[in-house]
């Protein structure tokens, strides 16, 4: 394989990871418009069920957002070639950190929902699996960028012996 042929598809796996991003993006924002609407345009008494709820997946939506917003800028290091680079190391380690702040978040959402006293099978369960997934999430991207940046520096010994 050809260095041109390495760049075409490095730029077409980047391609890909921005478009895909791009979809999530625009799945997760119309999501929040229709949580929105639904839950301030309902009627009945589960109305106000829908709305006091309604303020912990907005938070999950937002926080995706920016998650996948800095996944974009990986792809965009991955299509100029860049793929092991202090950048990604930060940007990796950036959505670890968002990753926690989802699982503390649903943490929260727990002791609210157990103080509120509406607390339910469901409810306690999908906080739970959610909390577990955020933690997943933070180990994957910070474990990620360990990888990173030791191929970074590997990369710059092996640049030096050249």
């Known amino acids: ?13 980047a391609l890909w990871m921005k478009l895909t991003a791009s979809v999530l993006a625009i799945l997760i924002i119309l999501g929040l418009i229709f ?12 109305a106000d069920d829908i709305r006091a709820f309604s303020f ?14 800095i996944f974009g800028k990986v792809a965009s290091e991955i299509g100029r070639g860049n793929s ?3 950048e990604n190391v930060n940007y990796f ?14 943490i929260v959402r727990l002791i609210y929902i157990s103080v509120c006293g509406r607390a339910t099978i469901f409810r306690t369960g999908y906080c739970i699996v959610m ?32």
Request: charged share 15%; glycine share 6%.
């Open 1 to 13: 394989m050809t260095e041109k042929d390495r760049q075409n598809n490095q730029r077409r796996l």
């Open 35 to 46: 949580l929105y609407y639904y839950s301030y345009k309902s009627l009945g008494p589960e």
């Open 56 to 69: 912990f997946p907005a938070v999950t939506g937002t926080i995706s957002i920016f998650i996948i917003f």
């Open 84 to 86: 092991f680079s202090i």
């Open 93 to 106: 380690r950036r959505m670890a950190c968002l990753g926690g702040i989802l699982s503390i978040s649903y």
């Open 131 to 162: 909390f577990i997934l955020g933690a997943l999430f933070l180990s994957i991207c910070y474990i990620l960028s360990c990888l990173i940046k030791n191929a970074y520096e590997m990369k710059l010994e092996n640049d030096l012996t050249i």
